[in-house]
């Protein structure tokens, strides 16, 4: 029973990154026929993030009353009926209202399915996890460019899309008499009442572990926007060489969590993490060191296998550094986090890189780096 639950699990992990990049993947065909100006995609990415947000900071309560199972059934099948939803839009004003259960559906489940997997299992599978994460966000772009190649519309891609989603709600619904004969949990104790958030906050190492988050999800998510335009505006390197190394960045992290599941059998999770950012420190100073692209370029996917520990191993410690009873409230909070940094940080540097210019990148990395490490340590500190 327990095997099968992961099983389902996995899939799950899956499902949460299918829909992730379809918005960007799908947008260049899109704002053509929605005739509407490109940059209107960040209008409908803001919303998303903002039901995510308040999804997640509400999370500690739907998991209380509902059940880790039911309520990540309940959020994929509300994903599920955003991207049908998409699959049937033809207007802006269509897509932004069937924005807001897309970002609601995937905040909860995102919380929920953390922290279970946070007290249940062994920190090598939040790893793998968070790698078949990777490979939904990778199925995902490829399934909608199939539909384009094949003479459909991004509709099309959307609905093939919903139809996996829709599977998988019926495939969690029949797997909810598995959540309740649930494994023992391995770090103790029983749930408390539902925090609110300002007493998630007053919690030692709450504010730094928040923060930390915010800058890790900041980081990888400007190297993810940004790399194309730095590689070619600051380094020389043609257009099609640097979107390959682009997707490099995101292989890197895929990989390498897929490594790190492996190490997380001899090595900690602070340990784990703290590698993680020495090697981001390295990507960056290839980057900027003198030593020709070929430096560059590996500096990227460097930066990639240094992400690839940092975010599973600290919501797999959040248990240990909070306590049972509270890592369904912190986990909410740490999401939510997450998403303020992903969604507020890549447009500030790109502000700042229109003032001051692209080659501001590896500082703007860096400090970012600087501040979670200081951060981090003050969590170790603070929860000792």
Known sequence: MVSLLLAVIYLAFISL???DPLLGAAWPTMYKELDVPLSYSGIIFMMIAAGTVVSSLQSDRLTSRLGTGLVTALSVMMTAAALFGFSKSHSFTALCLWAVPYGLGAGSVDAALNNYVALHYASRHMSWLHCMWGVGTTIGPYILGSALAGGGSWNDGYKRIFFLQAG???????????????????????????????????????????????CYCALEQTMGLWTSSYLVKIKGIDNVTAAKFAGLFYIGITA?????????????????IRAGQAIIALGILLMVLPLGSVAALAGFVTVGVGCAPIYPCIIHSTPVHFGAGRSQAVIGVQMASAYVGTTVMPPLFGLLSQGLGLWIMPLFLAVLLLVMWLSYERVLIKTK
């Open 17 to 19: 990154g299918l829909p």
């Open 168 to 214: 998988l709600t019926a495939i969690l619904l029949l797997s909810l008499p598995l959540w309740q004969k649930r494994p023992e949990t391995q770090k103790g104790g029983e749930p408390d009442k539902p925090l609110s958030l300002r007493e998630v906050i007053s919690l030692p190492g709450a504010g730094e572990v928040m923060l930390s988050f915010f």
């Open 256 to 272: 390498g969590r897929a490594v790190n599941g492996f190490a997380t059998m001899k090595l900690s999770d602070k340990t784990l």
